[in-house]
Each structure stands twice: as structure tokens, then as C-alpha cells.
């Protein structure tokens, strides 16, 4: 018989994210963060990155050069994960399991930066005042902090590809995704179902489901959210562009001070 086990969000998913965001090109992106933080901040030294996932962004930074680089997620099984590709890699970034909303680091950095909706899981204002006050507490003077997120146009147009996506992963699991956005409410639901195929160890025959909700925001919403905290907009970027933002932007990269 099959059954269905509600799992915390990236816990069964860490074991296949990277093949299910397997068109997701971290390189470009990690390009990007570097060329945002060479143009506003050349001298940074050390970065931290915020909701860092499997650790793919957090390894290919290191190729620039920065002298230290920690990266952390809420989610254990994601650092897990990471911290075995950066030991495969033979790479020096260091993994930690923290809320951004409650860092608990004993050191400064020059540039914190955080990428792929991760913003879009806090749901209140109040949350995201909180992660700016984090973050500055971690920030040295003139730091940057840097993330995007994801605009309800991106929504409407990504459940088009995101719904009903399926595929089997290394003959481990099946997984199918369902996509809905409530335009209204600006919420955007993933609902994955995940199967252990035979012979994996996790157990066979019972069916994971993890259901993320992430909340929309529109650039205005963002902004008023930032002008209540201690930091300054630099500048508000489109896509993975160093042009302006602008209202049919799908994803808006932020650089605040
Ligand atoms: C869409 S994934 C992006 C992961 C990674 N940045 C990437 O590009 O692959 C969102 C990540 O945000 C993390 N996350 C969500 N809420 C968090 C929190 N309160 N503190 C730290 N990480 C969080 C999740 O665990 C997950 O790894």
C-alpha cells in the first residue's frame, strides 16, 4: 500500500534538488553576484551567503579569488549535501545550518548575498524587516547585502512550465511537481510528490510531500519594505542584467548598503 508522509520543506527534496533544478545555470548566476559585487564593492574580501541550498553557488564563488566564504541554509539535509560536494570538490567554503532570521555568527563580512526566490519564503513584513536587521548586524561598514526575488509576472508565466513537471532521478525517485499561483493572495504553491524507486534506502512504497509556499512581491512592496530598515538602495537590477528593474522584470536583483 502507498502511502503519503508530509516532509519539512528541502528535506527529501536535498536528495534530488540538484537534478531537479538541473537547468538552472549557476554558473551565469554566480558570474552575475561576482560582476554586482566587483562593480559596487571591489575590495570585498569575505562573503557570506544566505539560504545557500546544496552549496552549487557558494563552490563556484571561490574560483574569484575571495578570501573567505561561508554559506549557510535553515534546511540540515541541504548542508549535508553541500558540505559533501565542497569536500568532493576540495573546496574551503564553510557550511552552516542557521535561520536568516536568527544568524548566530561571530564574524563580520563584506558582501552577504542570497539567490533563487529565497526571499519569497518569508510571508510578512515583519520577517523580512528581521533579515535585514540580521544581516546588518553581520555586515562590516560599507557592506553589501544582495539577493533577489521573484515578481508575480514571473508567477504567472512559470507555473506554464513548473506544473506537471515529472522525471525519474538516477533510478532513486520519481518525483512530479504541481505549480499554482493565487494572483490575489500572491502566493505561489510547488507541491512536490517524491517516490523512493526499489533498491533505494529510503523506504519504498511510501510517497513525500513536500508543499512550498513562497509569497509574491512586487518591486513597490520590496522597496517600502527596505526603506523602513538602515539600508540604502544601490540599485534594483533586471534578470541577470546590470540594467535597471523595471515592471515587466520577471526577477529583480537587489543592492543595498
Ligand atoms: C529555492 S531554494 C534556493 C537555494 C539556493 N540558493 C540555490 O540557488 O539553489 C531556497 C532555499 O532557502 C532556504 N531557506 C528558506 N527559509 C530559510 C530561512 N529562514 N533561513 C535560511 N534558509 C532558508 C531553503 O532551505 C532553501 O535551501
Redesign the pocket.
Known sequence: MNTQKEQP??SILADIYDEV?HDVDYITWTDYIDEIIMEHHPRAQNLLE?????G??AISMEEFGYNRIVA????PK?IERATQKGKEAGSKVEFKT????DLKLDETFDVAYM????LN?LHQSADILKLHAEVKKILNPGGLFIYDFTTPRNSRKAIKYLNNDEATVDDRYHYFRSSSYDGQKQIHTNRFEIQPLSGNRNSEGETFIEEHQQRIYTYYEVKEMIDQTDFKILKAYDGFDLKPAHKKSLRITMVLQ
Request: hydrophobic letters at 45%; a negative charge.
Open positions: 520543506n528541502y533544478m544566505l539560504a545557500c541550498g546544496t552549487t553557488m549557510t541554509d535553515l534546511a541541504m542557521r535561520d536568516f532570521l539567490v533563487f526566490d529565497s519564503y
